[in-house]
């Protein structure tokens, strides 16, 4: 356990002992009882990406434009000759994990869902779509509250027309197991071509051992797919790697399966889907030592009240931002903290980086907290093991830290990665090293050697929104200019994200 989950375990140890694991449903919210499992995550609300900055001294800003062509966007960024610091406070948007979790549950819960602090990203957005398809009633998307109509457990219809998950690998992973098991009737699924050349057998064959009938491109490996639903049959799935969308597709499968439903990781994966699936009113027994969860299949499903707290992935982008622009210090508000996705956190305490967690608080009885992160000297270190599953999406961000740290980083164990929207193990080595890293790609990682400076030029997202990011924060400490292609994508998780770098690079906006 790093240092940061060690104290938020220690503040958290009297909650822990007093508070109760177990959520129960009464008047459609969310109410707890004695514990056996650690509750649900959803924290206070996040109405939309904010932003107030503040500046120490009068400094050049840096020039942040976007540029429109008929068929991408680019993003320019002009740093400053003497460089410029980064001060102020952010909230960004909401999780992106629990936003398609509330989406899917209450469509397929009995009554009405509400649902405060979605995000409005395009992943979201393509969940919201297919399950209206098939007869959900999901009012217009906001970053308020949206309200969610399930038809549920087994009720969904058959669409009439294909159903179009984008470029979300979560929509039509998860959607699968949902799709599977219901019976007598047929689904043809697909998506963007990004989303159409990643792979599909993770989840298709561990579902057709439950029973399920799934066709294909290249075995049943590629969309489109089509799903005639069964009845499934509940299995024990020894998974070959931990991933919180393998298990998250068997669990939904497992809601209308006979029989109970088990799932066993190398390590643990996030546990959004365990702890959402029991606050609506499903029966799962977690055994942390092993690894496994296991649910009871055909339970009565109630809608509920979520909160969705702050993406810690789109933190991430800050907190290295932060971390490698000097003299910078920000304060990133109401951070969910769920200790399956602090990974991000304890790489980079190991680089040395200066994080505090403050205003730690609890709401619905998960962790959240402002965190503060002031520029410092990052050191070269080894991530490998079991914080790759709890950082796979904060890669490419780490990277990059990386590349401004002193020495030799080593990232091993993350294979994942190249079958992710892009092999983001080959476009961050290939895009960074064009403005002068020193990145070697191994078969399941990178070797980074720090301290080479950076100089802007012209880069490519290669339609990947974490990438895309990415490289947007290693341009704020290159010099000259850097033009980023395709930086449209960053939409598909973090809308608001231009608006805030150019807002913090603002220097004309302060409090």
Not at 47 to 64: D, E, F, G, T
Not at 447 to 463: A, K, M, R
Not at 494 to 500: A, E, L, Q, V
Request: proline letters at 5%.
């Amino acid at each position: 356990m790093g240092l940061f989950a060690r104290k938020i375990s220690s503040y958290f140890s009297l909650w822990n002992a007093l508070t109760l694991s177990h959520l129960t449903s009464h008047s459609n919210a969310l109410t707890l009882s004695r514990p056996h499992f650690f509750p649900l995550c959803f924290p206070a609300p996040h109405l939309s990406s904010k932003i107030s900055i503040y500046s120490r001294q009068p400094m050049p800003a840096p020039v942040i434009t976007l540029e429109s062509t008929a068929n991408q966007q680019d993003l320019v960024i002009q740093r400053p000759p003497s460089g410029r610091s980064l001060q102020g406070s952010i909230q960004v948007s909401g999780d992106k994990s629990i936003s398609h979790r509330a989406l899917m549950l209450g469509a397929i819960a009995q009554g009405e869902t509400r649902i405060q602090g979605l995000l409005l990203g395009e992943d979201p957005r393509s969940t919201a779509s297919c399950f209206r398809a098939m007869g959900a009633e999901v009012s217009e998307l906001n970053a308020e509250e949206i309200v969610v109509r399930g038809v549920g457990l087994g009720q969904l219809q058959e669409p009439v027309e294909v159903l179009n998950a984008g470029n979300s690998g979560t929509t039509l992973r998860l959607m699968l197991g949902v799709l599977a098991s219901h019976q007598e009737r047929l689904f043809i699924v697909t998506g963007d071509k990004s989303l159409r050349s990643r792979p599909m057998s993770r989840v298709v064959q561990p579902l057709q051992q439950m029973g399920a009938q799934i066709w294909g491109r290249q075995g049943q490996a590629l969309a489109p797919l089509a799903i005639a639903g069964q009845q499934l049959q509940g299995i024990h799935y020894h998974s070959p790697i931990a991933s919180a969308q393998v298990k998250s597709c068997l669990l939904l499968a497992g809601l209308m399966a006979e029989g109970k439903t088990t799932v066993t990781e190398p390590t643990l994966s996030r546990d959004h889907s365990e702890r959402m699936l029991q606050a609506f009113g499903a029966e799962l027994n977690i055994d942390s030592e092993s690894h496994s969860v296991t649910l009871t299949g055909q339970p009565k499903l109630d809608g509920q009240t979520v909160i969705v707290p702050g993406d810690i992935s789109s933190a991430a982008f800050w907190l290295v931002a932060g971390a490698i622009v000097p003299d910078s210090e920000l304060l990133l508000e109401g951070i969910g903290v769920n200790p399956t996705r602090t990974g991000i956190l304890d790489a980079l305490e190991t680089m040395g980086a200066d994080i505090q967690p403050e205003n730690q608080r609890v709401v619905a009885g998960e962790p959240l907290a402002d965190l503060r992160v002031r520029y410092g000297r990052l050191k070269g270190c080894t991530l490998a093991g079991e914080l790759i599953p709890r950082s796979i999406d904060e890669i490419p961000i780490l990277t990059v830290a990386a590349v401004f740290a002193e020495g030799t980083t080593v990232i091993r164990d993350a294979a994942e990665l190249r079958v992710k929207e892009s092999d983001r193990l080959a476009v961050m080595a290939s895009q960074l090293n064009r403005m002068g890293a020193r990145i070697t790609e191994q078969p399941d990682g990178l070797e980074i050697t720090g301290g080479t400076p950076l100089t802007g030029t012209d880069v490519e997202s290669h339609s990947d929104h974490r990438i895309a990011m990415s490289l947007a924060i290693a341009a704020l400490n290159a010099t000259g200019t850097t033009r980023i292609h395709g930086a449209e994508a960053a939409a598909i998780s973090y809308p608001d994200f231009t608006r805030t770098l150019q807002k913090l690079c603002d220097e004309e906006i302060k409090n």
